[in-house]
């Protein structure tokens, strides 16, 4: 018997953490979604681009005569100041999704692998119990279909 996971969560638990998610999409409403397109196209800033932005930041603004009206420096000074005060939250909630999408899987899978073996009982005890028809609806889920059946039951009857 596989159990990955056992997971009991209160009334008091749930609403716990429908605030807090409900606190960090406002917190987070300001921030933005790029589309993969723009991901691709945007210029990233790695590790090592951190000291040389640094420098560079420092540099200019310790000399603004060099600076062109063109170059906002302190809007890149305010974004620096940002990023480098919400990096150590991003990655606690890269953690945290990771910790979430990990334990869907694991209750998931606790939840397969106990509905397979019972499924494996009602194929072998449940004849006589009078379960025909539900071991038949079970059994759809292994059963194999041809491209042309999905699309057909993928289409609406007229």
Do not use: W
């Not at 334990?103 to 106990?114: C, F, Q, R, W, Y």
């Not at 071991?135 to 289409?155: G, P």
Request: with cysteine; charged share 25%.
């Amino acid at each position: 018997m596989q159990n990955l996971i056992s997971l009991t969560l209160t009334d008091q638990d749930l609403a716990e953490l429908d605030q807090t998610l409900a606190t960090l999409r406002r917190l987070m409403g300001p921030m933005v979604a790029l589309r993969a397109e723009q991901r691709r196209e945007l210029k990233k800033m790695g590790p090592k681009s951190v000291a040389f932005c640094d420098l560079t930041l420092t540099v200019l603004g310790n000399n603004p005569q060099l600076v062109p009206p063109s170059l906002d420096v302190a809007d890149a000074v305010a974004d620096q100041r940002a990023l480098n005060q919400l990096r150590p939250r991003f990655v606690l909630l890269q953690q945290l999704a990771e910790k979430a999408k990990d334990t869907e899987m694991a209750l998931g899978s606790d939840v397969m692998h106990a509905c397979l073996e019972g499924y494996a009982l009602l194929r072998t005890f449940g004849k006589a119990e009078g379960l025909k028809d539900a071991r038949r609806a079970l059994s759809r889920r292994f059963a194999r279909t041809t491209a042309a059946n999905e699309e057909e039951a993928d289409t609406p009857a007229t």
